[in-house]
């Protein structure tokens, strides 16, 4: 598979979602092999951010 290289110019924010019990903290870090991944001391101030990317530039 050939190596992509992108530059992303353009994006925005489509939502910011409060996630005080951060729990996608812990399906992320569950996901990527942490299976005893505890929720961070600061939850209460997390959120999960969505964004759009509007445009990409690459090869």
């Known amino acids: 598979m050939p190596s992509v290289q992108a530059i992303i ?13 951060g729990s996608f903290y812990v399906r992320l870090g569950q996901r990527y092999g ?14 999960i951010l969505v964004m759009s990317i509007d445009n990409v530039h690459g090869r």
């Open 9 to 21: 110019d353009r994006h925005r924010l489509l939502e910011a979602i409060p996630d005080p019990s």
């Open 34 to 47: 942490n299976a005893g991944q505890q929720a961070p001391a600061d939850s209460a101030d997390r959120v």
